[in-house]
């Protein structure tokens, strides 16, 4: 844990109640030199913890979900008990821990039948999901391009922004209200990626109401082979 760093001067209430006191740099006391030097010290410490931690996060969770532990990490790994076996996350969301740790056999599980299908589609058909998601990324880029010279042409007025309509046709693609032209994974995937603010919301009827979200890049170079490879060792329940 990061201490709070070392004060180096004196308050303003201490500097009121003794006006006449001239006011010293207590940083250059032997006693306060030695605490500023352990903040800074700790402070490294932390931060070359936190990059290699996420060096060695060779396959980084693919989806962005509420409730994910990606952040936690650090502060989960050292009550993780060693054990050897098979691995079993049965509310496994975007599994940041499974991730992390990669274990070689695993079982896996969520009630999310849509996460359930996304993962199935990088285990089982990842090359043909490489290429829907290279379809996408070119669409949603190309998109955005025009977006973006349109609206310097006109930047006092709302311009079209294609990506929006986009986003609907495939939302509609995810509530089943028209033909899919993609895979669910790929569905699912890009749905994650292009909602607005990563939010969950369902109308009266059950389907999933959330609006686009106006980011100006779809990444799907995050959806490798290696988790193709990884998901290929685990049990879907
Ligand atoms: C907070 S998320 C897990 C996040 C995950 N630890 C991570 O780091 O991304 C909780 C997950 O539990 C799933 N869940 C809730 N009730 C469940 C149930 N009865 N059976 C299986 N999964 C369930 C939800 O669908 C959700 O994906």
Not at 88 to 113: M, T, V, W
Not at 165 to 194: C, G, Q, V
Request: glycine share 4%; proline share 5%.
């Amino acid at each position: 844990m990061r201490s709070k760093p070392p004060k180096a001067g004196r308050s303003e209430s201490e500097a009121a109640q003794s006006p006449t006191d001239k006011p010293r740099d207590l940083s250059e006391t032997p006693y306060l030199k030695f605490q500023l030097l352990s903040y800074n010290f700790s402070h490294t410490i932390c931060k070359i913890k936190k990059n290699v931690i996420c060096c060695f996060y060779m396959c980084k969770p693919l989806i962005k979900y509420r409730g994910g532990k990606s952040r936690e990490i650090p502060h989960i790994e050292k009550h993780i008990p060693k054990f050897s076996g098979r691995y079993i996350e049965p509310f496994f969301g975007g599994g940041a821990l499974y991730f992390y740790l990669e274990p070689k056999q695993a079982i896996i599980n969520d009630i999310n039948s849509k996460l359930m299908k996304f993962y199935d589609g990088v285990k089982n058909n990842y090359d043909s999901l490489r290429l829907e998601l290279d379809e996408v990324e070119e669409i949603y880029e190309h998109n955005r391009k025009d977006f973006e010279d349109l609206k310097i042409k006109n930047p006092e007025i709302r311009v079209e922004d294609k990506n929006e309509n986009f986003y609907y046709l495939i939302r509609n693609m995810y509530n089943n209200l028209t033909e899919k032209k993609y895979s669910d994974a790929l569905i699912y995937f890009f749905i994650n990626k292009t909602m607005y603010s990563g939010m969950i919301r369902y109308n009266a009827k059950g389907e999933f109401n959330v609006p686009y979200g106006r980011y100006p890049h779809l990444n799907t170079s995050i959806v490798t082979k290696a988790h193709s490879e990884l998901l290929s060792q685990f049990e879907i329940r």
